[in-house]
């Protein structure tokens, strides 16, 4: 079981202290390097959640940043992140992953989800959210995930909905995901694979539930052919 040194955080916070393209290419070799073993990493990661899902792919976040757009033109990502995707339109949601110098962590979840995905979750709770709650609320689940992350909810209530809905706290939210934070020492001790494994297993619930809302529709009916 492939376990992450040191040296990977070390690069990264030099990384951080000297995001230019000179420092990057004089330190190639080291960053090669931390590649081979990260994906190593990710493949036996993916390998143990195939036990008990279907993974379709896993997607490794480049370390190259997309500066077009951005006040940072820092030329490079400080984090080494990626997803493993869940296979088939019946399974929906993807595992994420964070390594990065005092801000480690996994997820899982439906990142703002496109508009017909979002307001089908919305109007699931609406009508029932007792089944999500019951979830969330999972004795082993709610030790490690502290309910959906508040990441710039709605204010009030969205359009078409009632702002005193009995279930306005969740029907409020953008997003649909939850999150796990990890020390330094944490990530880099001997049983951080088998800690990822066991909580990203801990989401399967979680993802299954939320699948079966995102491919039926109100009444229950499939969506798939």
Not at 120 to 142: C, H
């Amino acid at each position: 079981m492939t376990q992450i040194p040191p040296d990977i955080f070390l690069f990264l916070k030099e990384l951080k202290e000297n995001n230019h393209r000179d420092w990057m290419e004089e330190h190639r070799s080291q960053y090669k390097a931390n590649e081979k073993l990260l994906k190593r990493f990710y493949a036996e990661i993916e390998a143990r959640l195939n036990e008990t899902d279907r993974i379709a792919k896993t997607k490794l976040f480049r370390i190259n940043r997309d500066v077009r757009f951005s006040k940072n033109k820092a030329p490079y990502n400080a984090h080494r992140s990626v997803r493993f995707i869940r296979a088939g339109e019946a399974r929906r949601g993807s595992y994420y992953l964070r390594i990065e110098p005092g801000n480690s962590g996994l997820a899982g979840g439906f990142f703002k989800p496109e508009p017909a995905d979002l307001l089908r979750i919305r109007k699931e709770f609406e009508m029932d959210a007792a089944p999500i709650r019951a979830i969330l609320a999972q004795p082993d689940f709610s030790k490690i995930f502290d309910g959906f992350v508040a990441r710039d909810p709605v204010k009030t209530a969205p359009k078409g909905f009632q702002k005193d809905a009995s279930n306005i706290d969740l029907i409020r939210h953008r997003s649909y995901f939850v999150s796990h934070s990890f020390t330094d020492e944490a990530v880099m001790a001997p049983k951080f694979q088998d800690r990822v494994v066991e909580y990203f297993r801990l989401l399967q619930p979680f993802f299954d539930y939320m699948s079966m809302v995102l491919t039926t529709n109100l009444n229950g009916e499939s969506l798939l052919d």
